[in-house]
C-alpha cells in the first residue's frame, strides 16, 4: 500500500480503479505563413465552430448537472468571444506572419499567466478555463478530437488537473471521484464536484506513474488520504466508512420538506450563504429557507470593471425570483482586506483587514455605494429582499447609511422607479459592533454574526495565515461571550440575531446556539441539511 495526500474539496469516500488521465500535450510550433489572411479565417472558423461544440456541451451540461453548472460553457463561449483574446491572436499573426495555432496558443499563455498572477482567488481560477478554451481552438485548428476521455467502468480518475469541459464530459455514473495533482479550492472543477457530489482531492502528492494506472484506490474525501493498493486493514476501514456516509446521506435527503424544530418546540431559520447568483440552485436543492448572506462582493471580484447599476439589478432580480419570495439577505460589497479588486485602484496597506474595506470604501465613495443602492432597491419588488452592512463599527455609520439610503429612495421615487421598503441590518464582525450592539439594535431589523472576522479581531489572528490556523478558533470564551451578548442586545431591542458567519455550520454548537436564542442560521448550502438534523436531535 502507498499513501498519497492531497487537500479536499468535497468530502465523501471513493473505492474503485484509478484511471490516470493526460491530456494530448502537442507541441505547438511556429511556422511562418505566407497568406495571413487564410490564418485569420483558420482562426475565425475554428472559434465558431469551438462556440458551437460549447453548445452542445452547455446542452450536455444542462440535462446531467444542471443550469448552475452548464452556464460555465456560456462564460467559455463569451470568453471566445471576449475581444481582447480575439485582438491579440489576429495581431500575433498580423504582425509575426505566423500559424493560427502559434497565435493561439501564445495568446494561451499570456492570459492565462495574467489572471495566475492576479491576487484574488477567483481570478486565479479563471486561468484555468483559457486554457480550456485555448486547447479547444488548438484541437480544432489541428483536427484533433475533443470529446475527451470516455469511461468504460466506474474508475477514480487521477489527472494534473482537470478542466470544467473535462470534468462535465464524464460519465457522471463512471465517475466515482477525482485526484488532481494541482487545482484550486475556488475552481470550476472543484464547484463541479461538490454539485456532482463526488469525492475530490486536489493538490494531492501522486505522481503520473503509467504502473499506477487500474490500480485498486481508496480515495478519503474528509481527510484528502489517497490509498494506493491499500492493505485489507485500509480497505475495510474505508469500506465501513464509505458505508457510513451513505447511509447518513440517505437519512438527510429525509429531512428535506422537514421543519427546523427541536424536541421541545423551538424553532430557528435555517438559510444558505452564497456567493454568486448561480449558486441558488444548491440552496434550493438543499431546502434552505432562505439566502442569509449573498457575498455581493464577488460580482465585483468577477468583473473587469465596476458592475453598473443595470447588470448588478438584473442578478439581484435574478436571485429575488429564483427564490419565489424566500428571503434574499444581500450584503453590501465588502471589498478589501483579502478580497481585492484591481479597477477599485486601492493603495496598498501594512495591514488591509485593519484597513481600507467594506463599508468604509462605501461611505467614502458613496457614487459606488448608491450604484449598489440603486440596484437593490428595484430588485426589491421582486420578490423578499433584505439588505445587510458588513464591517460596522459604529452608530454614526449606520446614520450615514440609512442617509444615503433615504436619498436613494427619493431619487428613486421622483423617477417613478418601483421599490419596496426592505428590512436592514448590520453584520456584527467587529467586537466594537458586538459592544455596542445595545445602541445598535434601535437602528437596524436585524444583526448577522460574521464570527469569521468576529474571531480574527477578537483574537487579532489573521485569518488568511495558515501557521495560526491551529489557534484560530472560533469557540474562544470570548467570541463566545460576545455572541451571547449581541443575541440578548437583539431580542432586549425587539430585533433578530442570526450568524452567518462558517461557526453557524459546527453542529458541536447547534445545542448552545439555540439555547442563547439564535433565532437564524445561515451556512453553505450543502450543510443545511446537517444542521437541520442537530436541530431536530436538540432537546
Ligand atoms: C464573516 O466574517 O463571518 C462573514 C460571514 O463574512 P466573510 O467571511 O465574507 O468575511
Ligand atoms: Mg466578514
Request: charged share 25%; hydrophobic share 40%.
Amino acid at each position: 500500500m502507498t499513501k498519497f495526500k492531497g487537500e479536499s474539496v468535497y468530502s465523501g469516500i471513493a473505492i474503485g480503479k484509478l484511471c490516470l488521465y493526460s491530456k494530448n500535450e502537442k507541441k505547438i510550433e511556429r511556422n511562418h505563413v505566407t497568406d495571413v489572411e487564410n490564418e485569420k479565417k483558420r482562426f475565425e472558423d475554428a472559434k465558431t465552430e469551438a462556440i458551437n461544440q460549447l453548445k452542445v456541451l452547455y446542452d450536455k451540461a444542462l440535462a446531467n448537472v444542471g443550469e448552475t453548472n452548464a452556464l460555465i460553457f456560456e462564460v467559455h463561449q463569451m470568453m471566445l468571444e471576449d475581444l481582447d483574446y480575439i485582438e491579440s491572436v489576429l495581431n500575433i499573426i498580423n504582425t509575426q506572419g505566423v500559424n493560427a495555432e502559434y497565435a493561439v496558443g501564445t495568446t494561451g499563455d499570456n492570459f492565462s499567466a495574467m489572471f495566475e498572477a492576479m491576487d484574488d482567488a477567483y481570478m486565479q481560477g479563471r486561468a484555468a478555463d483559457i486554457r480550456d478554451i485555448t486547447e479547444r481552438l488548438l484541437n480544432i485548428l489541428n483536427g484533433s478530437n475533443t470529446d475527451g476521455l470516455k469511461l468504460e467502468e466506474p474508475v477514480i480518475i487521477c489527472a494534473e488537473d482537470l478542466a470544467p469541459s473535462e470534468t462535465v464530459q464524464l460519465e457522471k455514473d463512471k465517475l466515482l471521484g477525482f485526484v488532481t495533482r494541482q487545482g484550486s479550492a475556488n475552481s470550476h472543477t472543484a464547484i463541479l464536484a461538490r454539485t456532482m457530489d463526488i469525492p475530490a482531492v486536489i493538490q494531492a502528492n501522486i505522481e503520473m506513474l503509467p504502473e499506477y494506472n487500474g490500480k485498486l484506490v481508496a480515495l478519503d474525501g474528509f481527510t484528502g488520504n489517497i490509498y494506493l493498493d491499500p492493505d485489507e486493514e485500509t480497505l475495510s476501514e474505508m469500506k465501513a466508512k464509505q458505508q457510513k456516509c451513505i447511509e447518513e446521506k440517505e437519512l438527510l435527503q429525509t429531512l428535506k420538506g422537514k421543519e427546523n424544530v427541536t424536541q421541545s418546540g423551538q424553532v430557528v431559520q435555517l438559510y444558505a450563504n452564497i456567493g454568486n447568483t448561480k449558486d441558488v440552485a444548491a440552496v434550493l436543492k438543499n431546502d434552505a429557507g432562505g439566502i442569509g448572506l449573498f457575498r455581493s462582493e464577488f460580482l465585483y471580484l468577477e468583473s473587469s470593471d465596476y458592475p453598473t447599476e443595470n447588470e448588478q439589478f438584473l442578478k439581484y432580480k435574478a436571485v429575488a425570483e429564483n427564490m419565489a419570495g424566500k428571503k434574499v439577505i444581500i450584503r453590501t460589497l465588502d471589498i478589501g482586506a483579502d478580497k481585492q479588486v484591481d479597477y477599485f485602484e486601492m493603495e496598498k496597506e501594512e495591514n488591509p483587514a485593519l484597513g481600507y474595506r467594506a463599508i468604509r470604501i462605501c461611505l467614502d465613495r458613496p457614487e459606488i455605494f448608491k450604484t449598489q443602492l440603486r440596484a437593490l432597491y428595484r430588485a426589491s419588488v421582486y420578490g423578499q429582499i433584505a439588505i445587510m452592512f458588513p464591517m460596522i463599527i459604529s452608530v454614526s455609520e449606520v446614520l450615514q447609511v440609512k442617509e444615503i439610503i433615504k436619498e436613494v429612495k427619493e431619487e428613486l421615487k421622483a423617477q417613478e422607479i418601483p421599490f419596496k421598503d426592505v428590512e436592514l441590518g448590520i453584520m456584527i464582525e467587529t467586537p466594537a459592533a458586538a459592544i455596542m450592539s445595545d445602541e445598535l439594535a434601535k437602528e437596524v431589523d436585524f444583526f448577522s454574526i460574521g464570527t469569521n472576522d468576529l474571531t480574527q479581531y477578537t483574537l487579532a489572528i489573521d485569518r488568511q495565515n495558515p501557521k495560526l490556523g491551529k489557534i484560530n478558533d472560533s469557540h474562544h470564551p470570548a467570541v463566545l461571550r460576545l455572541i451571547e451578548m449581541v443575541v440578548k442586545n437583539a431580542h432586549a431591542n425587539g430585533i433578530w440575531a442570526g450568524i452567518c458567519g462558517e461557526l453557524g455550520a459546527d453542529t458541536s454548537l447547534t445545542e448552545w446556539f439555540l439555547k442563547i436564542g439564535v433565532d437564524e442560521l445561515s451556512v453553505s448550502p450543502s450543510m443545511v441539511l446537517k444542521v437541520r438534523k442537530q436541530v431536530r436531535e436538540t432537546k
